[in-house]
């Protein structure tokens, strides 16, 4: 399936706020419990992931102001994005998730070459119109 089969506003998301399956993994687990608080190791356990790798998935969501803090210890995390934009996108997400899986994991995958094809761009050699080709 191409990117055209993804909703947009999923594909704007997606580009914004997720770069890998583990967060998108932790984002959905969250949002479909948002009443309840999960530690780095809840998340982890439910997930299969090491804990480390759940905080900083966790304080990632967090930085992007689509889950919330306790800021206790150890620290407790909810689903509570904080612009309402987010709330629909990540329903949208987690529907489009549910149906077109491979389609979200495709389209997360090739982010990372457009990032890496427009940083290389960058380090191209182009000759400036006062330039002597001699």
Do not use: C
């Amino acid at each position: 399936m191409t990117d055209a089969a993804l909703p947009q506003r999923v594909q704007r998301f997606l580009m914004t706020h997720i770069d890998s399956i583990e967060k998108l993994e932790v984002l959905l687990l969250l949002w479909s419990q948002a009443e309840r608080e999960w530690t780095p190791s809840s998340v982890a356990l439910e997930l299969r992931i090491t804990e480390a790798s759940a905080a900083a998935r966790l304080a990632d969501l967090t930085s992007a102001a689509l889950l919330v803090s306790d800021n206790g210890t150890p620290e407790a995390y909810r689903y509570s994005p904080a612009h309402s934009d987010d709330v629909r996108a990540v329903s949208e997400l987690a529907a489009t998730y549910a149906e077109r899986r491979v389609s979200v994991i495709t389209f997360i995958f090739s982010k990372p070459q457009e990032r890496v094809r427009g940083f290389a761009d960058a380090f191209l050699f182009k000759r400036r119109p006062d330039d002597d080709p001699a």
